[in-house]
């Protein structure tokens, strides 16, 4: 699983925001955009693309798309 | 022996919140933005003194008008509301009465939520296959907006509130198949209104805002988006696959899928994750919101008035429980 291809899926699940602002060390939830219907975007992310099932309260826990990035990663085993 | 759909009306209270309305409270928001991710552009609310049986009252006699149905023909109605009337008596008794049905009606309320309808189909099913009733008018009603708290922009912008009327019988136009049904209480605190009954009968008072700035509150309709949203992801492929399995059809068989109209873009998932195709899938929401066990048959509704309600046609109810069930209906 390589990061910049998580980044760039991760930056699919916005409209708003240019794909240039996404980096692993990001901190998502201060986009302008965010709201709790893009964080149920990032968990049908995860899903289809990795086959993972994240909850609202892990995304809650995240600061940064590596947060994610690790918490899938580590589900994958 | 088969049991049928043999007639299907709705109502909509008058009041209309508008996104342009939601915008002017939450200025966060956009018109453009709630109806591409949402699919909700209007969506109808009681004013303070209609309730549920105000709302069903006015869909069965739709049913009776639209449809030329003799109401001395009803022999059992069933309601599915979680706002009822009063804790007692049962609010389908009040609605025996208010519509005129003969005495020797049976009448029960039951509780579900976005499931209810197809176990009302299952109920329903079983009331006219055991001889116990004929015909069996369906009523769903709701009035969640009385539940939400006005600062509730996520749940504001998806309910609406509605009343449905079907009717079951021994003749129709969609052949009830068999139902799947399902319960997982696990999920009881993801989608609750923790007050007002036995367990809590006062106001609790604990308001407080979460980290997105909305409202959360035991006195009030609390959802948790991300848990029901994962639970339907979950759960509704597989009971589905349950359902064409149990009715001995296969995907490619299947004209039309009538799910429950929670929001497009759970609906969007749903149908990308189980590989349906767009001209499969049918939504009807837009003009409505998500109006809990009311979504199906007002999809249903409008789904026969296009023309689409032909061949087989699964329908899937899910939510609040968790509960969730689905049916084949063949389709004439």
């Known amino acids: 699983m390589d990061i910049n291809q998580f980044v760039s899926n991760f930056a699919e699940c916005f409209d708003d925001t240019e794909a240039e602002a996404f980096s692993p060390m990001l901190k998502f939830k201060e986009l302008e955009e965010w709201s709790s219907l893009q964080g149920l975007t990032i968990i049908a992310m995860c899903r289809k693309n990795y086959g993972i099932r994240i909850s609202g309260a892990e995304i809650q826990e995240a600061d940064t798309i590596q947060d994610v990035y690790e918490l899938v990663t580590n589900k994958l085993g | ?332």
């Open chain 2, 1 to 332: 022996m088969a049991t049928f759909i043999k007639a299907i009306s709705y109502y909509l209270p008058e009041t209309i919140l508008s996104n342009q309305a939601l915008v002017e409270d939450f200025p966060e928001w956009s018109v453009e933005k709630i109806a591409k991710k949402v699919g909700v552009v209007n969506r109808h609310v009681v004013k303070s003194d209609e309730c549920a049986s105000d709302l069903a009252e006015k869909a069965a006699l739709s049913l009776f008008d639209e449809w030329n149905v003799d109401k001395n023909c009803i022999d059992f109605v069933l309601l599915c509301t979680q706002s009822p009337d009063y804790f007692l008596p049962t609010t389908a008794c009040l609605l025996q009465r208010r519509l005129g049905l003969k005495t020797s009606c049976g009448a029960l309320d039951f509780n579900l939520g976005c499931s209810g309808f197809v176990y009302g189909l299952a109920l329903a099913k079983g009331l006219v296959e055991s001889h116990t009733a004929s015909n069996v008018l369906l009523l769903t009603a709701e009035t969640y907006s009385k539940y939400i708290h006005e600062r509730d922009k996520g749940n504001r912008t998806i309910f609406g509130d509605a009343a449905t009327a079907t009717l079951v019988s021994s003749d129709g136009f969609a052949e009830i198949g068999s139902c799947e049904l399902g319960t997982d209480g696990k999920g009881a605190e993801d989608l609750i209104v923790k007050s007002g009954a036995m367990r809590h009968p006062g106001r609790i008072g604990d308001m407080a805002y979460d980290k997105s700035g909305n409202p959360v509150s035991s006195d009030h309709l609390y959802m948790n988006g991300s848990e029901i949203f994962n639970f339907t992801l979950d759960t509704v492929p597989d009971a589905v696959d349950k359902v064409i399995a149990k009715n001995n059809v296969s995907q490619d068989d299947v004209d039309l899928y009538v799910f429950h109209q929670a929001n497009k873009y759970m609906l969007d998932c749903l149908f990308d994750l189980m590989e349906i195709d767009e001209h499969k899938a049918y939504f009807y929401m837009s003009e409505v919101g998500n109006t809990v066990s009311s979504t199906i048959p007002i999809a249903l509704s409008e789904a026969r008035k296009e023309g689409r309600l032909l061949g087989n046609v699964v329908v899937a109810g899910f939510g609040v429980g968790y509960s969730w069930g689905g049916c084949l209906l063949k389709c004439r």
